[in-house]
């Protein structure tokens, strides 16, 4: 069983950057794909982006169309961690991100386990 723990969120201007940290517990971290969705107010969780679990040194990685070429996702399995770089966020980037752990699937993640979430609010 893994728990995940969320960091980093807060309150940025339009165009700026933030980057989401999150910590895992447990031994079987690198055999688990990791991502990260995102709920705004009023609307259903959405995946942001994946990270395919330790295959070596080769990792590949996926993300939403609204987010490709601006978020960057990253993992750390020495350090049980997994990142979300975020840069020129839009305040459509507002909403509570959340970390999960599960596998690939149709190039999403299908999460077995999630954190309880930070909120990231951008402002116009």
């Known amino acids: 069983q893994a728990q995940l723990v969320e960091s980093g969120g807060g309150l940025v201007q339009a165009g700026g950057s933030l980057r989401l940290s999150c910590a895992a517990s447990g031994r079987t971290f690198s055999s688990y794909a990791m991502g990260w969705f995102r709920q705004a107010p009023g609307k259903e969780r959405e995946f942001v982006a994946a990270i395919s679990r330790s295959g070596g040194s080769i990792y590949y990685s996926y993300y939403a169309e609204s987010v490709k070429g601006r978020f960057t996702i990253s993992r750390d399995n020495a350090n049980n961690r997994v990142y979300l770089q975020m840069n020129s966020l839009k305040p459509e980037d507002t909403a509570v991100y959340y970390c999960?752990?599960?596998?690939?699937?149709?190039?999403?993640?299908?999460?077995?386990?999630w954190g309880q979430g930070t909120q990231v609010t951008v402002s116009s």
């Open positions: 999960a752990a599960g596998e690939i699937v149709n190039r999403e993640l299908l999460p077995r386990y």
